[in-house]
């Protein structure tokens, strides 16, 4: 620290014994904020001077019905499509069936270091439910 700067610091103000209680009404829009996409958690927290953990707290509670009415389900999301060249997936006249698909041949998602490999036959409903349970478990 040679030029005497020491990092931020952030003065909260002095709340008395440092516990204060929340409206239930208060705590259901704080975890509908928290739900917004593209929003973290902590930076929902740091707004309303909160720790994290209170309001992954506040989080599992409504999940659990035990802070309000649960959230209705979202529906799934879709991702747009990117096919490379069309002609790579057509077949040479007189070709078999390779068993193992190319990598041009097959579906793949991403989601938090997970890939999953799936052939071009799988249905759209099984493509569906790995969609929403990779999205549940990031939650």
């Not at 705590?27 to 593209?38: D, N, Q, Y």
Request: a positive charge; glycine letters at 8%.
């Amino acid at each position: 620290m040679p030029d005497g700067f020491a990092g931020r610091y952030e003065v909260l103000e002095d709340c008395g014994s440092g516990r204060r209680t929340w409206p239930t009404d208060m705590k259901l829009r704080i975890v509908a904020e928290s739900h917004a996409p593209g929003v973290m958690v902590s930076e929902v927290a740091r707004r309303h001077r909160l720790m994290p953990s209170q309001v992954t707290t506040w989080r599992r509670l409504h999940r659990e019905g035990k802070l309000g009415p649960a959230l209705a389900p979202a529906s799934p999301m879709f991702v747009p499509l990117m096919l490379e060249d069309p002609e790579h997936f057509k077949s040479a006249p007189g070709s078999t069936t390779n068993p193992e698909p190319r990598a041009a041949e097959r579906i793949e998602i991403e989601a938090g270091g997970v890939v999953i490999r799936l052939g071009f036959s799988t249905p759209a409903a099984r493509i569906a439910e790995i969609a929403v349970a990779l999205r549940e478990g990031r939650s």
